[in-house]
T-cell receptor, first 115, second 112 residues
Framework: DGGITQSPKYLFRKEGQNVTLSCEQN?????MYWYRQDPGQGLRLIYY???????QKGDIAEGYSVSREKKESFPLTVTSAQKNPTAFYLC??????????????FGPGTRLTVT | GEDVEQSLFLSVREGDSSVINCTYT??????LYWYKQEPGAGLQLLTY?????DMKQDQRLTVLLNKKDKHLSLRIADTQTGDSAIYFC????????????FGKGTMLLVSP
């Protein structure tokens, strides 16, 4: 089955530790995205990547880092510099079809709790 | 700047119609989208509308777009308890790999 996988579903970390969230897709999509979701805040874009070895900051990139070494994978590292890391993190991917809207396919999300 | 606004909560009875509203600010939006999120899950695209359209119908879903007022609505006919979820309105500015700007989401609660 094609899709996006995020692991783990739940993640717990101590304050001051870096943590990496996994996102893998087998849809052959070029673009991938990371969002953060907080209650009542909707989705906010952290980073996105349109092609391998290239990525751009979103609206709230501070305290986060990403890499895009492979088309299928776009891991997100939440560093100790992120002030409020506890949130629900969503990964998405999309493909461009000329003249069509691009649909972002979402993974199931990782709920990160930092104490 | 881009901004998408939605009411936060809507409660309806099973069998009634639900109407979820959204306003956006960027007049250069090319596509507008409705996504659904069930508890603890990712988002699923429900439908979209191109900015030069006024209405789009897809089974129980009707999308209305008032471009002059920058107002988008999603009507769900014969709402079922399985429709209970958070609904997000989103806009994109161009048809390339542009990013989506999401509203904060409307929580729809359907009671039996």
């Amino acid at each position: 089955d094609g899709g996006i996988t995020q692991s783990p579903k739940y993640l717990f970390r101590k304050e001051g530790q870096n943590v990496t969230l996994s996102c893998e897709q087998n849809l052959n999509h070029d673009a991938m995205y990371w969002y953060r979701q907080d209650p009542g805040q909707g989705l906010r874009l952290i980073y996105y990547s349109q092609i391998v070895n290239d990525f751009q900051k979103g609206d709230i990139a501070e305290g986060y880092s990403v890499s895009r070494e492979k088309k299928e994978s776009f891991p997100l590292t939440v560093t100790s510099a992120q002030k409020n890391p506890t949130a629900f993190y969503l990964c998405a991917s999309s493909i461009r079809v000329e003249g069509q809207p691009y649909e972002q396919y979402f993974g199931p999300g990782t709920r990160l709790t930092v104490t | 700047g881009e901004d998408v606004e939605q009411s936060l909560f809507l409660s309806v009875r099973e069998g009634d119609s639900s109407v979820i509203n959204c306003t956006y600010t960027d007049s250069s939006s090319t596509y507008l989208y409705w996504y659904k999120q069930e508890p603890g899950a990712g988002l699923q695209l429900l439908t979209y509308i191109f900015s030069n359209m006024d209405m789009k119908q897809d089974q129980r879903l009707t999308v209305l777009l008032n471009k002059k007022d920058k107002h988008l609505s999603l009507r769900i006919a014969d709402t079922q308890t399985g429709d209970s979820a958070i609904y997000f309105c989103a806009e994109s500015i161009n048809s390339g790999y542009s990013t989506l700007t999401f509203g904060k989401g409307t929580m729809l609660l359907v009671s039996p």
